[in-house]
């Protein structure tokens, strides 16, 4: 049922030892989840062979709003591979993905190049990719870790913080406490980062 909608009325300790994310690279969660502002804790990903984690592994032209989650995901997957602590990989296609009101405190170390706080990886296409209102206190290592956003493109970041330390294991060194890759249709405003960004080699190309 890729399109129900759903609404989390407790607080949720996980017990997997090694969580499934929801929605997957041909199953994308496509409804509208609301967190209610409750936990999700201990929230445990230890994968190699995977490539889009997260508390939602992949969604599509969907909303994910007033979540926390807490846990850590260890991920010695493909280096194309897209990790978040809210979402790994996201798509809009018709509609646009909307995550808001999220708070990740998911401690990530991930070889990918893709990892953010709030969401790793995304294509859009006649839609856009809508992060608002959202803050990451976890510490990622990644080869370009941000603190919200990885990848920009059609999209928008509006009244997000980052308070985690970065990490970046590559010597390109492409990390940035807010979004990495920012482009022309990347729309940035009321964020702020606070984090300590480290850099592993003395190629700084985006710092």
Sequence with gaps: YPTVNAKLCSDIALTEDNWEP??????????????????????????????????FG??????IKNLYVEGNIEATNDSEGAVGGIVGYAKSLDESVTISNCINNVQINSQSKYVGGI???FYSGSGEINIDSCVN???????????????????????CLNLGNLNSTSTLNNTAGICMNYNVNCKVSNCINTGKITLSGNNSVYP
Excluded: M, R, W
């Design 22 to 55: 929801i929605g997957n690279s041909e199953h994308f969660y496509q409804g509208i989840f609301d967190g209610n502002g409750k936990c999700v804790t201990n929230l445990k990903i230890n994968s190699i062979t995977s490539t889009k984690l997260g508390f």
């Design 58 to 63: 992949c969604v599509q032209d969907a909303t």
């Design 119 to 121: 969401l790793g990886d």
């Design 137 to 159: 206190i976890a510490n990622l290592t990644a080869q370009y870790p941000s603190g919200i956003l990885n990848t920009s493109g059609n999209s928008a970041i509006n009244n």
